[in-house]
């Protein structure tokens, strides 16, 4: 069972370039596939980024590549989603997820097994 924790969220500007963090509890984390997802109003949830249990690989959406950067620091059992130049369109809840056994680069939700509560990112122009 891992239990996951998003913040850094808010009320930005646009250009901005803020970080969210997802604390994890739980002895499993370093051997899951962590996510970000994002769900603006009216819209689905929507891949962000994931980062593989190691680090040594990550995968983005093309809308954020570029911009954004996913880490993760195992010793603190936390991943960190790096958001540069933030844009009107970028608003949206952001959740952080662990992901179960499926195979690499898992872009969908249901790769994903355990979710966060989700942190609120809006971004005014």
């Known amino acids: 069972q891992v239990q996951l924790v998003e913040s850094g969220g808010g009320l930005v500007q646009a250009g901005d370039s803020p970080r969210l963090s997802c604390a994890a509890s739980?002895?499993?984390?370093?051997?899951?596939?962590m996510g970000w997802f994002r769900q603006a109003p009216g819209k689905e949830r929507e891949f962000v980024a994931a980062?593989?249990?190691?680090?040594?690989?990550?995968n983005y959406a093309d809308s954020v590549k570029g911009r954004f950067t996913i880490s993760r620091d195992n010793a603190k059992n936390t991943v960190y989603l790096q958001m540069n130049n933030l844009q009107p369109e970028d608003t949206a809840v952001y959740y952080c997820?662990?992901?179960?056994?499926?195979?690499?680069?898992?872009?969908?939700?249901?790769?994903?097994?355990?979710w966060g509560q989700g942190t609120q990112v809006t971004v005014s122009s």
């Open positions: 980062i593989r249990p190691s680090g040594g690989y990550t």
């Open positions: 997820a662990a992901g179960g056994s499926y195979r690499w680069p898992m872009t969908s939700t249901s790769a994903y097994i355990y």
């Open positions: 739980g002895r499993t984390f370093s051997s899951h596939t």
